[in-house]
């Protein structure tokens, strides 16, 4: 069974930075591309970022390039997402999500205020 | 970017009867490689998204086959042949044909009457 569990997750004074785990389960890790999807409160899903299997290449929403960090080990089954200079409207649940979509986990909250 | 419009934003449905949600894009959505990549995704209250449909119409492992999805080009369908009280949430539709950035509609409310 796929497992995709996140955490890192917490309460963070904008300009601040966090970084979110998501450990993987149930399938082969290294032949996935992964990416993070976030869901801002009562607002709908927006893609952030986006990891090729091996983790050469990545991809960027506008709105997190050059803040945030995806990178992945493949030796752990983990993917991560490395969050700077935070700001108010970074605040939703972050879901990391297998290629295409196809499975997610169940969310860690992050919450950017003073 | 390419945007997806959904609609309607609210969809309020009597159990045993249809449903039907259209999502729109502002392109075609068939990829270079002759595939079209437009999924549907189910969000129950509290919980996380789930896959329903991928490329257009393939019902993913253990969707109930009430749930069907059509279309081409730029217009595309999500419909549940009789709705059930546990098909109640938030629906998406999401493409990957022209990413990044892949982007998702903004949602369409099924709720029962």
């Known amino acids: 069974e796929v497992q995709l569990v996140e955490s890192g997750g917490g309460l963070v004074q904008p300009g601040g930075s966090l970084r979110l785990s998501c450990a993987a389960s149930?399938?082969?890790?290294?032949?996935?591309?992964m990416n993070w999807v976030r869901q801002a409160p009562g607002k709908g899903l927006e893609w952030v970022s986006d990891?090729?299997?091996?983790?050469?290449?990545?991809y960027y929403a506008e709105s997190v390039k050059g803040r945030f960090t995806i990178s992945r080990d493949n030796t752990k089954s983990s993917l991560y997402l490395q969050m700077d200079s935070l700001r108010a409207e970074d605040t939703a649940v972050y879901y990391c999500?297998?290629?295409?979509?196809?499975?997610w986990g169940q969310g860690t909250m992050v919450t950017v205020s003073s | 970017d390419v945007v997806l419009t959904q609609s309607p934003l609210s969809l309020p449905v009597t159990p045993g009867q249809p449903a039907s949600i259209s999502c729109r894009s502002s392109?075609?959505?068939?990829?270079?490689?002759?595939?079209?990549?437009l999924s549907w995704f189910q969000q129950r209250p509290g919980q996380s998204p789930r896959r329903l449909i991928y490329?257009?119409?393939n019902r993913d492992s253990g969707v109930p086959d009430r749930f069907s999805g059509s279309g081409s080009g730029t217009d595309f369908t999500l419909k549940i042949s009789r709705v059930e009280a546990e098909d109640v949430g938030l629906y998406y539709c999401m493409q990957g044909s022209h990413w990044p950035p892949v982007t998702f509609g903004g949602g369409t409310k099924v709720e029962i009457k």
């Open positions: 149930g399938f082969t890790f290294s032949t996935y591309d």
């Open positions: 999500a297998r290629t295409n979509m196809a499975f």
């Open positions: 490329k257009v119409s």
């Open positions: 990891i090729t299997s091996s983790g050469s290449s990545t």
């Open positions: 392109q075609s959505l068939v990829h270079s490689d002759g595939n079209t990549y």
